[in-house]
């Protein structure tokens, strides 16, 4: 075996060496990086796309290396054929097998070597993005096994003909074939049933599986079985040619049946394999293509069994048609993760009428008119592209709209992908679960036991609303505790009694301080209740309204957050959005509505809701005591508040306008510890402003509107993220608009967070002029008025509160018609005393599980926001709602979601830059490349060199 080696080893240096003692091997090397490097930075516009990838490096390899191996293998044997030499070499003592083997490696380490020549392009995407070296690899790899495929065939049509040409035509149609069998334009004609077998046989439609970055080992194993067929058909046209003239013997037919049974193998090991699919590694740096541990956890959680019906016509439009063999690979993934919890089933409503009635009855699923067109006909055409997740009575459905996103591919051409399907089914898989669950018994998902604690003074100490509550409360709790089994223990306490021990305790423990019911009532009771377990503790709130059903539904909503699972609500607070200035959030409340309820309030009564997980201020004005009162007590409550606010609001209407903004937040942040600056901050490290330019051509006025850098959009990248906290750790950039500077303490009692920061190369200003003046100021349109330096923009605190109403009177006591006086004429009082029923106390400080985030602008993940970044880069952007629904999970300590969410995030962007620095690195790439070519030639120079002298001393020594 080391001998058939050392002969391979030989045969591959000598053809080495002929290919780069003659132009051939640098014309080769010139066309394949030439013709990279072309497509890379021209035809598929990388700068224009702004992804952080290598994709465009990649995308037309496998039609390139047809043509470029053609040429190099062409005249392997069909040379040999031709000047004679071939009968001496298949006559000689050397094996046939070590001469093919040499000839096959000597062809692919000249192409491994033009492969490793692009290095500095993935190398020169890592410095400008935070590229993911998994597909990278995966597409190297790929690369080099499909050249070995598309060498052994070139290797084998070699020995078919004397005539290299002829040698290059039959191995072009060869490897052409085996491309376009698994090509979409082939496939797409016989729908995905058999498309998805014929492209399991394209050297293509697996070389896009491995160049996504997942090692499969039935893509492994296809290339090795073509290159080891070819290889083996090979060697039979060589022993074919030296028994020419000799008559078939039993040695030869031996051979034959050997030969045969060796490719037979080879092709029926591909069928096997293609039936496991658990053989593969997931190389992406976020397990992009694998169940999550999220998704896992899941579907352990299952009660029922779990249905996944996905809907695919086999006739679809052609951009859907590949991806559908891909939703099936990831369906399947559940049914075995799911361990026979979850049920399959893939069909096709238009091949039965009666199943396209029950899809329309049962689960809505319509099918949609798509218009596709080729050269010779358009047509409309009526197909699916659903999943239907049912569990229990419960069912959601997904289409085309939440599976797929369409992403722009230079100036005409559209990519359609997935958009991160697992994270869409097992968000429904959640929504019909916690659906399903909410009807039954709550208790059935909670382990451990509940304790209710009620802190309640005695009756005559209660005003007579509470008097009766307290009543209607015990038999409440009593019929929960039936239901419960006895897993909820009740235990009543007055705080007055045993000398104030328990009150005493309250106020230490807990904040708790005596309630008053109005300013007509002032005799202080207590009226607190609490849920324990041994992990976590929760206040029920009073409700707004004080009777039975609100008092139920307040302890049921209580006991759901104990309870894993369940939908959790999200109060809401945010400007009314009128008119052309008008802050507005659609798009925001679109993406959480996906995965919470949202109940849209003012705070202006002093309460939060009493169903509330989680409090979200966007863009306050002007708060009122009360509204104050509501996020403090909220957040003393043990509750988790995300706030929004600047000094400044920006108005669109008569252009870029900065005005003076008050919130009325101010005095309460700056008792945290935080401090919102009256400055703008502006960053040399920022997005795109969509700019109008005037241009005058020939006399004619054109208006083109130029992307041109404005530094108050702070472009965040990996340093400017907190990567130890999961809200921001997710994320590879985010760009914020017209944001504030954040100086906050740091508080020794909680934990402290900056989250958001910007560049060392940002500045503040106190202009409010908001339009950049790009004449005066070339490089970013704005004067550097102040000193550079980071600007922190959003921090987070988790820990102990105190109120900043401590000591303080209540402001729910103050009357309605003047909120900001606390005396009452006598002809006022018999009006309070008919409008104003009211519970109050001040919960002086909260628990250690309190949470508060503020990010410094009032236009964060608004809609305008959102709008002008999007046109800038040409695409939708979303990364501020990631963060904020990044936020809510870390707020309510959904970790699960908030990993598998972080897998649609990732759409790795690249640093804004100039015309010029994208110049410079393309040119860069360019000047390397040829440098490459050089270091290569010097190589084979001093390698020839360093022969000749070996040479020389043979000759001497003989």
Same mark, same amino acid.
């Given at each position: ?111 491994? @070597?033009?492969? #490793? ?28 096994? &499909? #050249? ?24 072009? &149609? ?76 039993? $040695? ?20 096997? @394999? ?21 998704? *896992?956890? %899941? ?120 958009? +991160? ?45 509470? /008097? ?22 009740? !235990? ?5 009694? %045993?000398? =104030? #021990? ?46 039975? $059903? ?5 302890? +049921? ?21 009128? =008119?052309?200035? =008008?802050?507005?959030?659609? *798009? ?9 309820? @949202? +109940? %849209? ?28 009162? /509501? ?46 600056? !009256? ?19 020939? =006399? ?7 992307? @041109? ?6 472009? &965040? ?95 729910? &006591? ?34 250690? /599980? ?5 990010? #410094? ?29 990044? /936020? ?27 015309? +010029? ?33 070996? %040479? ?7």
């Amino acid at each position: 075996m080391t001998s058939y080696l050392v002969i391979a080893q030989q045969v591959a240096g000598k053809e080495l060496r002929s290919s780069f003692n003659s132009p051939s091997a640098y014309l080769f090397l010139a066309a394949f990086l030439g013709a990279v490097l072309f497509n890379f930075f021209w035809l598929e516009f990388f700068f224009a796309r702004n992804i952080a990838d290598v994709r465009p490096l990649f995308e037309g390899l496998p039609l390139l290396l047809i043509f470029l191996i053609a040429a190099i293998t062409m005249r392997s044997w069909s040379e040999e054929l031709r000047s004679g030499t071939l009968e001496s070499l298949i006559t000689s003592p050397s094996p046939a097998f070590s001469l093919i083997l040499g000839k096959f490696l000597g062809s692919w380490l000249l192409v491994l @070597l033009a492969l #490793a020549l692009t290095l500095p392009i993935p190398v020169s995407v890592s410095l400008i993005g935070n590229i993911d070296w998994g597909p990278v690899i995966g597409a190297y790899l790929a690369s080099a096994l &499909l #050249a070995a495929a598309y060498i052994s065939i070139g290797l084998c049509m070699s020995t078919r003909t004397d005539n290299p040409i002829v040698a290059l035509i039959l191995t072009t &149609l060869t490897c052409g074939i085996f491309y376009f069998i698994g090509s979409d334009l082939l496939s797409n004609l016989f729908g995905h049933h058999i498309g998805g077998w014929l492209s399991l046989a394209g050297t293509g439609s697996r070389f896009d599986s491995v160049s996504k970055g997942v090692l499969d080992i039935r893509d492994f194993y296809y290339y090795i079985s073509i290159i080891g067929i070819f290889l083996i058909l090979n060697l039979l046209g060589l022993e074919r040619l030296r028994w020419a003239g000799n008559p078939l013997n039993q $040695a030869h037919s031996r051979t034959y049946w050997f030969a045969g049974l060796l490719i037979a193998n080879l092709l029926a090991g591909n069928i096997w @394999l293609q039936q496991i699919n658990g053989l593969r590694v997931d190389i992406t740096e976020d397990q992009n293509h694998s169940i999550s541990s999220a998704t *896992q956890t %899941q579907l352990n959680n299952l009660r029922e069994p779990l249905l996944l019906h996905g809907y695919f016509s086999t006739k679809t439009h052609p951009l859907l048609a590949p991806l559908i063999p891909q939703l099936k690979d990831l369906l399947n993934e559940y049914k075995v993760a799911g361990k026979g919890n979850v049920k399959v089933i893939f069909s096709d409503p238009t091949e039965n009428r009666e199943m396209e009635e029950e899809a329309a009855a049962t689960y809505g699923v319509k099918p949609v008119p798509f218009q596709t067109a080729d050269r010779h006909q358009s047509a409309i055409v009526n197909s699916y592209f659903d999943i239907v997740i049912a569990y229990g009575d419960e069912y959601q459905t997904l289409g085309f709209q939440e599976l797929i996103e369409i992403k722009a591919s230079g100036d005409r051409d559209l990519d359609v992908v997935l958009k +991160n399907p697992e994270y869409a089914i097992t968000r429904s898989i959640r929504k019909v679960t916690n659906a399903f669950q909410s009807s039954g018994n709550i208790f059935d998902l909670i382990d451990a036991p509940i304790k209710f604690h009620g802190y309640i003074s005695s009756k005559e100490k209660l005003p007579e609303e509470l /008097a009766d509550l307290r009543d209607e409360l015990e038999s409440i709790l009593l019929e929960i505790k039936s239901k419960s089994g006895n897993q909820l223990q009740i !235990d009543f306490q007055d705080p007055d009694a %045993q000398n =104030g #021990a328990t009150a005493e305790f309250l106020q230490s423990e807990y904040g708790f301080s005596p309630q008053i019911a109005s300013l007509l009532n002032p005799e202080p009771f207590w009226f607190y209740m609490i849920l324990e377990t041994e992990e976590e503790l929760i206040q029920v709130p009073l409700p707004e309204a004080l009777d039975a $059903a609100s008092i139920e539904k307040t302890i +049921n909503a209580a006991l759901q957050r104990l309870a894993p699972g369940f939908l959790k609500t999200l109060a809401i607070v945010k400007p009314e959005g009128h =008119g052309p200035g =008008g802050q507005r959030y659609s *798009q925001l409340e679109a993406a959480l509505q996906e995965e919470m309820r @949202l +109940n %849209q309030t003012t705070l202006e009564s002093g309460i939060v809701p009493e169903d509330a997980d989680l409090l979200l201020v966007l863009s306050p004005e002007s708060f009122t005591s009360k509204q104050v009162f /509501a996020i403090d007590q909220f957040l003393m409550r043990g509750g988790s508040v995300i706030i929004a606010t600047s000094p400044f609001s920006i108005s669109l209407e008569r252009g870029l306008e900065a005005m003076p903004y008050s919130s009325g937040l101010e005095e309460w942040l700056d008792t945290k510890g935080i401090k919102i600056q !009256d400055t703008l901050v502006l960053d040399a490290s920022s997005g795109n402003l969509p700019v109008p330019v005037e241009r005058n051509i020939g =006399g004619l006025t054109f208006r083109d509107i130029q992307m @041109l850098k404005y530094p108050h959009f702070p472009d &965040l990248r990996t340093d400017g993220l907190n990567q130890n906290n999961p809200i921001t750790s997710s994320l590879d950039q985010i760009t914020l608009s017209w944001v504030s500077p954040i100086t906050a303490s740091d508080p020794s009692n909680m934990k402290y967070e900056e989250l958001l920061k910007t560049s060392k190369d940002s500045w503040t200003s106190s202009s409010v002029d908001l339009i950049p003046d790009y004449d005066s100021h070339p490089e970013n349109g704005f004067s550097v008025d102040s000193e550079t330096s980071s600007q922190v923009l959003a921090v987070s605190l988790e820990g102990t509160f105190d109120s900043f109403f401590r000591d303080k009177e209540s402001p729910l &006591l103050e009357p309605s018609a003047e909120k900001g006086s606390t005396s009452v004429d006598e002809g006022d009082a018999e009006e309070i005393d008919e409008t104003v029923s009211v519970v109050t106390s001040v919960i002086e400080r909260s628990s250690d /599980a309190s949470r508060l985030i503020v990010i #410094a602008s009032n236009n964060f993940a608004s809609d305008v926001s959102l709008d002008l970044v999007s046109q800038s880069i040409n695409a939708a952007y979303s990364k501020p709602i990631a963060m904020i629904q990044n /936020a809510i999970d870390w707020s309510l300590e959904d970790e699960a979601l908030l990993s598998l969410r972080g897998k649609t995030q990732l759409a790795r962007t690249l640093t804004p830059m100039s015309g +010029n620095e994208s110049r410079i690195i393309e040119y860069l790439n360019y000047f390397f490349t040829v440098v490459g070519i050089l270091l290569v030639w010097l190589w084979r120079r001093n390698a020839d060199k360093k022969e000749q002298l070996r %040479q020389e001393q043979l000759l001497t020594e003989v």
